[in-house]
Nanobody, 128 residues
Framework: QLQLTESGGGTVQPGGSLRLSCAAT????????IAWFRQVPGKAREGISC????????NYGDSVKGRFTMSNDNRKNPVYLQLNNLKPEDTATYYCAAKRIFTGYTGCPLAIVAFDSWGQGTQVTVSS
């Protein structure tokens, strides 16, 4: 398992942008799926984006598609999530998660059970 640390959260006005980072305890992140989830108190954790560093494949949830972009520079550390056109409903604690994969795996699920390493989270607040 990896140790993951998120950073880059903060408070921003609607329409603003933030870039979140997920740093891992490995220098390279080949053979991993890495995802971002978010959670509001009292609600289930929501998968919003995933990247498969082998292929590469990215997958986005419908609530963020077209506004958020996940990237990873040539499988290196860290992984980024660019948040654009933020809305008040994007307010949440954002977590990154990771799982080592085998050669040939082409998936990138937005499912909590698919991941075994988690960070502690970073808070994003969108408010005027």
């Amino acid at each position: 398992q990896l140790q993951l640390t998120e950073s880059g959260g903060g408070t921003v006005q609607p329409g603003g942008s933030l870039r979140l980072s997920c740093a891992a305890t490995r220098f390279t992140l080949d053979h991993y799926i890495i995802a971002w989830f978010r959670q509001v108190p009292g609600k289930a954790r929501e998968g919003i984006s995933c990247i498969n560093t082998l292929n590469p494949i990215t997958n986005y949830g419908d609530s963020v598609k077209g506004r958020f972009t996940m990237s990873n520079d040539n499988r290196k550390n860290p992984v980024y999530l660019q948040l654009n056109n933020l809305k008040p409903e994007d307010t949440a604690t954002y977590y990154c998660a990771a799982k080592r994969i085998f050669t040939g795996y082409t998936g990138c699920p937005l499912a909590i059970v698919a991941f075994d390493s988690w960070g502690q989270g970073t808070q994003v607040t969108v408010s005027s």
